[in-house]
């Protein structure tokens, strides 16, 4: 049996045949774009339960064939109409509050019907709920779900999304009100980040190859950035991004979560609680982030788009929230001390991309004076790409030194396999119970340490000082020299990434 069998036949097995999916907040644009696809493509692939039925649970008034449109709008799989018909079969719509008992038992009361009616038998009752909902309802659902929906009759399993929290505080709230109700067993904090194919190669790429494994550390590693740039801003969506900022909104998540796998001890096993340890205890060596270790940004007009305090929906005109921010973390333990772990993350850039960058030390005694340093970049979206920048004598009677790569992009190698989106990988890992790349409560009270006193002083205006950046920039003027301050090298006259491959003629 191949490994994709393998991995249907372990859903299966686990779910015993049959689950009961309930998409709360149904009528969202988060359900509707990202949840609904990548459970159809999981149903289209054959990885979801042959008897598995999906409702979709919201306060919207809609009629089942408003539903099924709006569910399967987004959905871009070439060739998949007849099983788009099939999925259309397995779904339903019913509504209801978020806050109301009455509502809730209504939901069991068609839950345990479906169930009755697909001839499920009583411990064999599986039923997962995910949460595509704002953070201000998360409490009250979780609440009338245990009281009222609660899978008595077999395996619960609980589904939230991000954010967790606004800082310390607010999160441990939230981590409590959902312990009275779901054991950490039962809940799923999903940072879709972790699901990413490269993400998911960081252990990989550290742990399967020696040599890689033994320069790892402090000795040999100069640097390292975390890169997320996004070509938009925050148009139509100032009121919301307003209350968290970019730091709320990726770095604290998503960007934290690819430190920890980047600077974490060797796990004893691949099981999920020995990962999640590891990245527990590393999390736990990285003090508050200083204002000092951050330059901060908002975005102003340029190009012809508007500045961020010209959004419509922004109720406060004089708003300090920053829309960059680049900040220096510091992993204290024998492995990385002194090695600054830099996350930059901004709306409104010049560019789309997420990478993580190691850069190593000078070579001790170089015999050849100028040449760049060694850089082993891993490209996460979009083009998800390996690759390592080295120095090698110029082809030709030149004895010029000059920086090339050992180039590993997944488009070109991997041809004749699909890449899923990390909501398809996510949900799977669900279904089979595997929380490796879901976010701990202990987890989350360690990172929400690290930025909380940061985020405070931001939120007061405690002497933060916020630099303007136009539309369509790198960021910030000072950004080069905030980050040539952490001792990084950028090297770029030895070094251009090749965006286009040259194949051998006819000729040849």
Known sequence: MNPIDQMRAQVCKELNGAITIVVLGASGDLAK?????????????????????????????????????????????????????KFKKITSYHQGQYDDDKSFQSLNDYLKTLEKERGIDVGKRNRMFYMALPPSVFIPVAHGLKKNVYAKEGSTRVVVEKPFGMDSASSKHLAQSLAQCFSEEEVYRIDHYLGKEMVKNLMVVRFANIFFSQIWDRKYIDSVQITFKEPFGSEGRGGYFDEFGIIRDVIQNHLLQVLSLVAMER???????????????????????????????????????????????????NSLTPTFAALVCWVQNERWEGVPFILKAGKALNDAKVEIRIQFRNVAGNLYKGAARNELVLRVQPEEAVYIKFNNKEPGLSYHTIQTDLDLSYHSRYKDLE???????????????DHSNFVRSDELEAAWKIFTPLLHKIDGREGVKIENYAYGSRGPAQLDGFVKRYGYDKSEAHYAWPIQKVGPSKEQ
């Open 33 to 85: 774009k990202k949840t609904y696809p990548a459970l159809f493509r999981l149903f289209h692939y054959g990885f979801l339960p042959e008897n598995t039925f999906i409702v979709g649970y919201a306060r919207s008034k809609m009629t089942h064939e408003e539903y099924l449109d709006r569910i399967t709008r987004f959905i871009k799989v070439k060739g998949a109409e007849e099983d788009i018909e």
């Open 267 to 317: 796990p004893i096993s691949t099981e999920a609680e020995a990962i999640r340890d590891e990245k527990v205890k590393v999390l736990k060596c990285i003090p508050p982030i200083e204002l000092s270790d951050a330059l901060l940004g908002q975005y102003v007009a340029a190009n012809g788009k508007p500045g961020y305090l010209e959004d419509e929906t922004l109720k406060d005109k």
């Open 419 to 433: 890449i899923p989106d990390a909501y398809d990988s996510l949900l799977l890992d669900v279904m089979r119970r």
